[in-house]
């Protein structure tokens, strides 16, 4: 049983990173210095470059996988590697297991103190897309800016509606984010005006890693779908909808969101989140064939929450809660659907699952729906009012799995929001 | 004056790439050899990874920037470097310099007939972005689809309106496409079905590759947008209309797109483009400050031209004639607009002009307006009739500049159409 597996060092017991989760990422022991493969345990990085340097991990000789600055030559070894890796790592860092616990020399050079080290983005996201997956969502948006009556299009509940993101502007946590600048559409005025940001959010989102590409032209089955997916991160999808509102119709948003999308640092894998295996909500009307599968354990139950740190404030306030079961299109439907017309999608693709929010006002996963569109702002602890997020405000998200004494945890995704740059032309 | 400059190749009057022109590509002499930099020159291509081992070429010692299976390292050396290799590759191949003319050993390494060798994707699409900058294509759309009143959306007129679109999918002229499935809602039926596409389409575009990167959050001026562009080439943004018209609110277009875009393999540079320089469309509302630039030379005057085969036909037909001319947005516009917000760009990225239509039937670069979605049908010289097109139909695009004894061609950009595949479940 896994579950009883205890590792020889210590893990504290509301730590997101037993042995039995060992997210993936990559870090430097200085900000430029050279990049590697870790795995997280309790408050340590394990550095599996070193592990594979001495022959403890079994690799085809000559190979390296985890002196790398991405994991993409990993998670391109696919699925049973990935497997047989993950139980390779568990074996050595159990408590049983002698050759690393009592080589103290070797531990030295292996562990290192998450505090110490820099994380960098775990993957080079090669492709970016963004489904609309919530219902929930989708309804507050409908609602706020459609037909409250038929706030859902009439193609939401027939597919998983999503879009391409922009790839090169997903940054890791701890990123700063810039205020966007752009053109904004006032309702007093004529034409738009050149303005800062004046609506900027977030939007709470995990994202799925691809791990198996397809070829062109070649669908992934439903049944298949889930043997693509290497693991899961959170998801800070930033939106600027003043920005949004102006320049969606007809092809969707652009700018709005392109300026930065923000990951957390460690991917966690779907092995890890096995446990926490749960039942999407029933999808009526039924699915056509390509989309239908076993509905019993095609979600996880995540725990997901967001907390605002405004500039000068002593904590943070939790702003949301919510929960990533409440997600209408599973994964593996998102992932089929969009290679059913043929596209291909390939290893470090990142898919985000849309913003997710739950069915009450404190389970909303964006500011937009949290405030109704600044038509109720939220009141902070420290007494501040926020409609969407003001200059100097952190904004942090985090996720975990938990049933009896087992917790998987994501860690978190944060980002503090810088003022707009000054530009040199009148607006 | 460059227009004299002659090589000791033999140039035919129309070739599309005379010694003004040498467009960069990526070669290989069998399908799976390896890849490394040519330009087309006549018939020929002359391979510059042979020119640069030798030293001819003034490249720092060590560095290889054309033994490389993409152009991006190249590319990436700056705006100043290609001027200087274009300049250096001028002389080896004119007629008046002889270390090339005249040895013919060296001649045999360096010059490989196109017909003789495999053209492949010149540049690793890092990302791709497609706009919908053409007045007369926009306008045909919103008469189609929206208010033929109001056919152009408000923000329209203000801004380049673009989407992101799908990097991994972008093919190189001559591969095949297969017919995309998925959802079409067709309007006797109250649920959409799964079929293999019936309004597949194709949209007449130019592409403008990246040449220079942005650091994230830092905008690209007006002014120096010209410089992060490195060439230009055809591009058909192939497009399966009825699985748009479902999906596509409210995100924009996604399986409609991503089964497909196939660019031409030789990148015309914007310096080979210089003597076809011209004004774009008087723009009406001026735009705001960021967007506003010189009118009088921010567009090329290129002809373009799209010819359909049917399968077993003879000839293929020109089903439309137009210019890039007229672009409403320039690329410096749409480039400007892409990073205002804080959005990197990277080199490699494709940036589609979107489909680019003139004023009349004969120049709209789609077969959506050529045949106003299919209410006019269009009557090849062999008698089939066409409103969209049909299995084993090839698809190819061409364009060139003329100016008295010049001509700056861009080759083409072509596809064949294979049917759809067969899925093992009732639709």
Redesign the interface.
């Known amino acids: 049983m896994t579950k009883q597996l205890k590792s020889f060092i210590d893990v504290a017991k509301d730590s997101d990173f037993p042995i039995q989760n060992l997210p993936y990422g990559i870090f430097s022991q200085t900000q430029d210095g050279e990049r590697r493969v870790g795995v997280a345990l309790g408050e340590w990085v394990v550095d599996l470059s070193v592990l594979e340097a001495h022959g403890f991990l079994k690799i085809q000789a000559g190979e390296q996988f985890f002196n790398q600055p991405t994991l993409n030559k990993f998670i391109a070894t696919g699925k049973s590697h990935w497997s047989n890796i993950r139980a390779e790592l568990q074996t050595l860092l159990s408590a049983d297991h002698a050759t690393l616990r009592d080589h103290q020399t070797l531990r030295d050079q292996v562990f290192f103190k998450q505090t110490d080290v820099y994380m960098h983005l775990p993957v080079q996201v090669?492709?970016y897309?963004d489904f609309?997956s919530s219902k929930e969502h989708a309804t507050n948006v409908g609602c706020m800016f459609r037909d409250p009556k038929n706030a859902l299009?009439?193609?939401w509940s027939?597919?998983p509606?999503?879009?391409?993101?922009?790839?090169?502007?997903v940054?890791v946590s701890g990123t700063d984010i810039?205020r966007?600048?752009?053109?904004i559409?006032l309702p007093t005025e004529e034409?738009?005006?050149?303005s800062a940001?004046r609506k900027l959010d977030f939007e709470l989102e995990t994202g799925f890693i691809i791990g198996q590409s397809n070829p062109?032209?070649?669908?992934i089955s439903i049944e298949n779908a889930w043997d693509h997916i290497f693991g899961m991160v959170l998801f800070n999808d930033w939106s600027?909808r003043d920005?949004q509102q102006?320049?969606?119709?007809?092809?969707?948003?652009?700018?709005?969101k392109?300026?930065?999308s923000s990951i957390s640092p460690w991917i966690v894998t779907l092995e890890a989140l096995e446990p926490f295996k749960t039942h999407s909500p029933k999808q009526e009307?039924q699915p056509?064939?390509?989309l239908r599968e076993d509905h019993s354990s095609n979600s996880y139950d995540i725990h997901l929450s967001v907390e605002l740190k405004a500039q000068h404030a002593e904590v943070a306030d939790v702003i949301s809660q919510t929960n990533f079961k409440y997600m209408y299109w599973s994964m593996a439907q998102q992932l089929t659907?969009?290679t059913?017309?043929?596209?291909?999608?390939?290893v470090g693709?990142l898919m985000g699952s849309g913003t997710i929010s739950g069915p009450t006002p404190h389970s909303y996963g964006s500011l937009l729906e949290i405030t109704w569109n600044a038509t109720q702002p939220l009141t902070l602890s420290n007494g501040e009012q926020r409609s969407f997020l003001q200059d100097g405000d952190t904004l942090i998200m985090k996720g975990y799995c938990q049933k009896e004494n087992l917790r998987i945890g994501f860690g978190e995704v944060s980002g503090k929001v810088l003022p707009a740059?000054s530009?040199n032309?009148?607006?």
């Not at 966007?180 to 053109?183: K, T, V």
């Not at 034409?191 to 050149?194: D, T």
């Not at 062109?216 to 669908?219: H, S, V």
């Not at 059913?340 to 390939?346: D, E, S």
């Open positions: 090669t492709g897309t609309y299009l009439a193609n027939e597919l509606v999503g879009y391409n993101g922009r790839a090169s502007s940054v810039v966007p600048s752009g053109q559409k034409r738009p005006i050149f940001c062109l032209g070649i669908p600027a920005l102006w320049e969606y119709v007809p092809l969707g948003p652009f700018n709005a392109t300026f930065a009307p056509l064939n390509y659907h969009h059913i017309a043929g596209c291909n999608v390939q693709d740059l530009f032309f009148a607006s």
